[in-house]
């Protein structure tokens, strides 16, 4: 693991997260979940200044029992879900350049940091999050189990929406993130479905383009309950079927 030099962003690496921050912000408004503006808040994230990862870690493990492990890039599934395992969230320490403002072949810091610390400002969805990282920690030589695992990851924490007083919010840090995805996921051709389990673990995920679709919880409970109910069923011996 690495650490986050601070000293080492430049002005447009700021502006960056200025004009990223100020766009988002706008799109969110009336579309996030509420748990996304407390947490914005609560964290001390603006507009002025790309968050240095310690002080983040400090208000993160005094509210939830989280904190930041700066990264590089990406990491495989045994380093990723082993961090979630231990209240640690890999963040990656490299923001975009100017000329990839609009589209990045992997996760920066906006998506890591702008996108996924807010909620886990928020217990219950921190809770959640550490829960999976443990079912996922025990299945790491299981490559199928894995998959299904990261479809529920991928279905929920990167893409995911919820219902809050009658309107339909979004949570997911993919979406969170990305004026593109938030465009497409209000648009007339999206798809949303009620949230299954069943039906998310049999669904194709990839990052790789927009989503084709997108399940809807009705509260944050299915969360924690979701991976329980995984974790059942791996510990019985359920038998998956290779992923599509």
């Keep these: 693991m690495i650490q986050q030099h601070y000293d080492q962003y430049t002005t447009q690496d700021q502006l960056v997260w200025k004009v990223l921050f100020d766009r988002q912000t706008a799109l969110l408004h009336k579309r996030a979940c509420s748990a996304f503006g407390r947490g914005l808040e609560a964290v001390g994230f603006h507009r002025n200044a790309i968050p240095d990862f310690q002080e983040v870690s400090q208000r993160l493990h005094k509210a939830t029992g989280w904190q930041l492990e700066p990264v590089q890039g990406m990491l495989n599934d045994a380093e990723f879900f082993g961090l979630l395992a231990q209240r640690k969230f890999p963040a990656t320490v490299w923001i975009r ?116 679709q997108y399940f809807v919880l009705t509260s944050w409970d299915q969360l924690t309950e979701s991976v329980a109910e995984l974790a059942a069923l791996l510990s019985s011996g359920w038998e998956l079927q290779p992923v599509e």
């Design 97 to 212: 350049s100017m000329a990839q403002f609009d589209f990045i072949e992997e996760p920066d810091l906006f998506h890591g940091v702008f996108g996924h610390v807010p909620l886990l400002m928020d217990q219950a969805f921190a809770d959640f999050l550490h829960f999976l990282g443990q079912v996922a920690a025990q299945h790491l030589d299981d490559a199928v189990a894995l998959a299904r695992l990261e479809r529920l990851y991928g279905f929920t924490v990167q893409f995911g929406l919820v219902e809050e007083h009658g309107q339909t919010r979004m949570y997911g840090a993919g979406l969170l993130s990305s004026s593109g995805e938030i465009h497409h996921c209000i648009g007339d051709v999206s798809r949303r479905f009620p949230f299954d389990l069943a039906t998310v673990l049999h669904t194709p995920y990839s990052e790789a383009h927009l989503q084709d």
